[in-house]
């Protein structure tokens, strides 16, 4: 089940007000906000302002209670509006930290050639890049956020950066799989972007590593201090069908023939 922990500040409170006052324009703006402080484990908003009066806390999303406070009230919701307003914090925050992440993961890669066939200018590489960092707060990116943050809380880190932990693999084997949200509603499988990968892994406090090609310029997928056997268990479980399964059933046949006719040959 995913766990979502976020700052929460006098800023971060103001910015996921706005964000649900936008996609739940019908519902009283008293009625919101107070449902939002039962979201993130406060009785009242009254008592969520006074918690973050000198500062950022840190609280974890549940959106049940934030459900029932509106629907006692009559409204009844997509729970994912209250969800994708606290990974919109959370996002925010990684981005601030770490500016080079894109949709597309870490930075956009190579210059690419335009329709008259030119390669695009400095200019326009990073006017596509800023693009493409804005697209991180899109509903369907925060939703990839979401399924990729539920796979990676279940992979052990590691003290060093390991070979076969790229972000590529890892969303991959994310946008097929599944996760609860604490309500009870269902993601994926769908589709995963690379950055919201490697943001989700941000988050949950992995370090990762960048890579060059082999003509010097920035890989847009990264490695991750994450344990290698981890993953394997969880793609195979994940993709049954999957390169690595399938890998791991032709092993296991092999070692089941070499160990029959060793004992044959007795």
């Known amino acids: 089940m995913l766990e979502l922990r976020i700052p929460l500040s006098q800023d971060t409170g103001k910015r996921m007000k706005i964000r649900l006052g936008k996609v739940l324009p019908d519902v009283k703006s008293s009625h919101r906000v107070e449902a939002l402080a039962r979201g993130l484990g406060f009785q009242t908003n009254a008592a969520m302002r006074e918690a973050i009066r000198a500062g950022e806390v840190f609280v974890l999303a549940d959106g049940r209670p934030f459900l029932a406070y509106l629907r006692e009230r009559g409204f009844h919701i997509d729970v994912m509006h209250f969800y994708r307003a606290v990974a919109n914090v959370a996002v925010e925050r990684v981005v601030s930290i770490e500016a080079r992440l894109s949709l597309w993961g870490y930075g956009i890669g190579r210059f690419q050639r335009r329709d008259d066939g030119r390669r695009e200018t400095a200019s326009e590489h990073h006017a596509r890049f800023l693009a493409q960092q804005e697209q991180l707060f899109s509903n369907g990116a925060l939703d990839e956020f ?7 809380q279940r992979i052990p880190a590691t003290k060093t950066i390991r070979p076969g932990t790229g972000s590529y693999r ?3 084997v994310a946008e097929n799989s599944r996760c609860e949200l604490p309500c009870g509603t269902l993601l994926g499988p769908f589709y995963v972007s690379n950055g919201a990968l490697i943001i989700a892994a941000v ?9 060059l090609d082999d003509f010097g310029f920035e890989e847009v997928s990264v490695t991750f201090n994450m344990a290698k056997p981890a993953i394997d268990d969880l793609d195979c479980e994940i993709r049954p069908n999957g390169a690595c399964a399938q890998d791991r059933r032709r092993m296991a046949e092999l070692q089941a023939h070499r160990r029959s006719g060793y ?4």
């Open 170 to 172: 890892l969303k991959h």
């Open 203 to 211: 988050h949950a406090g992995f370090h990762y590593k960048a890579h």
């Open 146 to 152: 979401l399924l990729s943050l539920a796979l990676l």
């Open 263 to 266: 004992g044959a040959s007795l």
